[in-house]
């Protein structure tokens, strides 16, 4: 098992490498709580130099790793790369029959053991949509690094060896944060629970997407309770505190009823906000029944 980010945040520590919780996330979204990753980290440079000097300088140790990852590990590593490039193009993730549509693969048992070792290796995570069970498994690429390889270095000829720093400010940068900010989100469901205050509940965890008379919605993560109640997650990452305005509650409050209405739900339904920093006071946050923050996901879940 990859590290949480408590046991990333303790490692580091016990390196010399004394960052923000704000760098060591956006670290975990670039390469994960894999050992091997974390130990090519330099205690003298900062995150964004690290970030340079491991993926972006000329022959950096993982500038060309992501090749030799797949052929290791998989033996038709050509066939789990079409999967792979599927899924990394649709964050919210794909079901069986949008794989084979995207990839144009053959629908039978080799498809099954795929999914099935990539899942098995933690590279892919499969989630039911809520109200639908089993007969409705999302696959969603979940591997960090691979997500961080396709999106800024694959296909890159004469890369900038500072481009991680020169970036910094980039609207596609806030974007993949804003996006692998929900996995590592997905990742850390135990604490997001003790963080809400329900880790003896039993729980369901799905995803969905829909539609109502009242239009269409995707909630990204759903928390389905044994009291009658589910928690429907909206995730924010950003540096600072999330304000919502009135065009955002009047979205948020349109997600809470197109769910009610297209799943008949008569369970109590609470809005949770999880962000970087907590979400400002103001007159549009009363909607906000419960809040997690960025420094709960490194909380012990027991």
């Known amino acids: 098992m990859p590290f949480t980010l408590q046991e990333t945040e303790k490692y580091l520590v016990s390196r010399g490498i004394l960052w923000s919780r704000y760098d ?30 491991i993926f972006f300088k000329r022959n950096g140790p993982l500038w060309d ?34 794989i084979l549509d995207e990839t144009k693969m053959e629908d039978n048992g080799l498809l099954t053991e795929m999914l099935k070792n990539l899942k098995n290796s933690q590279f892919v995570r499969a989630y039911n949509t809520f109200g639908y069970g089993e007969k409705n ?6 591997d ?12 890159k000829q004469n890369p900038d060896e500072h481009f991680w720093t020169h970036f910094l400010d980039n609207p596609a940068k806030s974007s993949w ?26 729980t369901d965890i799905s995803s969905w997407r829909g539609e109502s008379e009242s239009g269409k ?32 509650e009047d979205k948020l409050r349109k997600k809470i009823q ?8 008569r369970k109590a339904l609470q809005l949770v906000m999880i962000t970087t920093y907590g979400v400002r006071q103001n007159s549009h946050s009363g909607l906000v029944q419960s809040q ?5 996901l490194f909380i012990s879940p027991e």
């Open 177 to 202: 944060a804003g996006q692998t900010f929900e996995q590592v989100c997905k990742d850390h469901i135990s604490q997001i629970k003790k963080a809400v205050g329900i880790s003896a509940l039993l």
């Open 65 to 98: 790793e992501f090749d030799h990852l797949y052929e290791t590990l998989f033996g038709a590593s050509k066939a789990y790369l079409k999967i792979i490039e599927a899924l990394a193009t649709k964050k919210s993730g794909l079901t069986r029959k949008e």
């Open 144 to 155: 960090y690094f691979t997500l961080f390889y396709l999106r800024f270095i694959k296909g």
């Open 292 to 296: 997690v923050k960025m420094d709960d």
């Open 137 to 142: 498994v999302v696959y969603q690429l979940a």
């Open 217 to 248: 919605a995707q909630i990204d993560l759903v928390i389905d309770r044994r009291d009658r109640t589910t928690n429907l997650c909206e995730i924010k990452y950003s540096v600072g505190e999330f304000a919502i305005d009135q065009d955002y």
């Open 24 to 53: 060591i996330v956006e670290c975990y979204m670039t390469m994960g709580g894999i050992p091997y990753y974390l130990k090519l980290l330099d205690n003298s440079l900062s995150y964004l130099a690290n970030i340079d000097t």
């Open 258 to 265: 197109v769910f009610r209405e297209a799943n008949k739900s």
